[in-house]
Nanobody, 114 residues
Framework: QVQLVESGGGLVQAGGSLRLSCAAS????????MGWYRQAPGKQRELVAS???????GYADSVKGRFTISRDNDKNTVYLQMNSLKPEDTAAYYC????????WGQGTQVTVSS
């Protein structure tokens, strides 16, 4: 089993920044793909950013140039630096880790006011 705990969400004004963290623990014996999804009320879940076991990254078009995903392999932690936030970034953000299947965190709310 793998447990994921997110932190760093909150309320910020448009144009501001937030940094999300997600710490993984449990049955982890290698570097695994991790990433972030988000879901806003009434909308489908959206893959925001991903980072592979080798460090390759991918981003949704809507966040390219504004968000940066990174990881600390020693800490089994993934980060999402979010800059130039927009009201449309408001959502619950969920991190995941792939260890034969997806494991999910409990989610952290990000609210961007205009």
């Amino acid at each position: 089993q793998v447990q994921l705990v997110e932190s760093g969400g909150g309320l910020v004004q448009a144009g501001g920044s937030l940094r999300l963290s997600c710490a993984a623990s449990g049955s982890i014996d290698r570097i695994n793909p991790m990433g972030w999804y988000r879901q806003a009320p009434g909308k489908q879940r959206e893959l925001v950013a991903s980072i592979g076991s080798g460090g390759s990254t991918g981003y949704a078009d809507s966040v390219k140039g504004r968000f940066t995903i990174s990881r600390d392999n020693d800490k089994n932690t993934v980060y999402l630096q979010m800059n130039s936030l927009k009201p449309e970034d408001t959502a619950a953000y969920y991190c995941y880790m792939i260890v034969f299947r997806h494991y999910w965190g409990q989610g952290t709310q990000v609210t961007v006011s205009s």
